[in-house]
């Protein structure tokens, strides 16, 4: 047996109660904050047959202005509501961007896909328009309360004559829809069925209004500004 060297015991003792240190130190250290989570707003593949307009001569071109949002939804968060008139916010969960910026192409591709319309331009635009669509998101939320959650979408729709100015009509579409989980992918999932609902029934009411256009005499449809 070798004779224990008692001039290496101080030096072994510093390094053990060290490492024991460095181990207790990073159990007090904060954890990292979960990193946030992305959700998409692009609606789902429709399953919903539109009526197709036969294409007039005089069909009138269509310009959509970006979407905006009611105050309290003009964010990246994902809303839910468990009181009346309180909003909350899921604190990991977004949307990759604001809800009505992802709006846009898609109610634009809603009034394209009615037929309608000789062309659907998104603001800002050179050529002249017939028509003006503004979309404004009312709310966006999922909703806790007695029973499985539910996502409330509510958008407001105004198709105006470019020319005059005259608002030709307006309607606002609702759907509520049952969330698949009680969480924001649950939320999200729903928020998705219920936006393409909605964008089908906008395309019906861009139709209807679309056809009962008439064009004002002297008005050059779609014509480029000088």
Known sequence: MKPTNLKRWPGRLAATGLLMLAAGCGGLLPKPAPQPVFYVLEGVATQVALPVLAARPAAPTLIVDPAHAAAGYDSTRIVYVRKPHQLEVYAHSEWVDAPARLLGPLVAAAAERSGAFRAVLRAPAAARADLR??????????EFGAGPSRVRLTLRATLSDSQTRQVLAQREFDRTLPAASEDAYGGVQAANLALQEVLDELARFCAQAASAWVAPRGAVAGALPK
Not at 133 to 142: A, G, I, K, M, P
């Open 133 to 142: 669509l503004d979309t404004e998101l009312v709310r966006l939320q999922q």
